[in-house]
Every structure is written in structure tokens, then in C-alpha cells.
């Protein structure tokens, strides 16, 4: 029925799946932690790349199809790519150096965020304390 690149496809379209549960369900649900503008951004891009991952593996196609998709692949996970080491650069700037409206800002707050806890995990524990609170 389904060829071994369909199913390779269909199995990074259900990873993508995962992903976006975990951060949806999992981390703001049972955790309670607030997405970042980067964080949601990032949802987008791997909601993207799931989707061209289940039109890849639904739809059988020879070999340009199969190139013509993995251009498109290609570019929805360049784009989540950058969108992640952008948002790791900007937890790691120092407090105050990054613009408003990033993660660095979000993280000011005193709202709990899935950024003020994954960036407070490399800090000293001081600092740690003054990220959560």
C-alpha cells in the first residue's frame, strides 16, 4: 500500500504530531507554562512541516514529486531551525539586551513561561530561583 518513503513521511508527520501535542497539551495543560511569541512561532513551523510530511507520505508520486517535496520539507524545517537557534541565542543574551517583545522580555515578566524555566536551568541557582518567581 505504502512505499517506504510514504512511510517514512508518515512517520515524521506523526513525530511533528507529537511534538505539537506535548508542547500543547503536556506543557501548557498539565504544567501550566505560557508559550513565548518565538514559541508559538516555532508551533507554526512544525504544524508546516507536519503537514507537507502527511501530504508527502498520502500522496505517491515518482521521482519529481518526491523532489518537489523535499524541497518543500527542506524549507519548513530550515525555517523551524532558525526559528529554534534564534529563540536558544536569545535565551542566552544577558537580561536587558534583547528587545521588548522576544523571549527575553516574556521571561521579565512574572508570568511563568516555558522559556523562564528552560533557560533558568542553565543559570546559577540564585538566578534560577529569581526566574521562577
Known sequence: ???RRQK??????LVCAGMLG?????AEGVLGLQPC???????????VLGIVFLFAGLHR??????????VFIFVAATAATWVA????????QPPGTVP?????AFRAK??????ATSSASARSPLTRRRALE
Open 110 to 115: 512574572s508570568v511563568k513561561t516555558h522559556c
Open 100 to 104: 521588548a517583545g522576544n523571549c527575553a
Open 8 to 13: 517514512i513521511n508518515l512517520a515524521c508527520a
Open 61 to 70: 508520486v515518482r521521482y519529481g514529486g518526491a523532489i518537489a517535496y523535499a
Open 22 to 26: 506535548f508542547a500543547i497539551f503536556y
Open 1 to 3: 500500500m505504502f512505499d
Open 85 to 92: 537557534a534564534r529563540h536558544v541565542w536569545i535565551q542566552h
Open 37 to 47: 511569541p518565538l514559541c508559538m512561532f516555532q508551533r507554526v513551523c512544525i504544524a
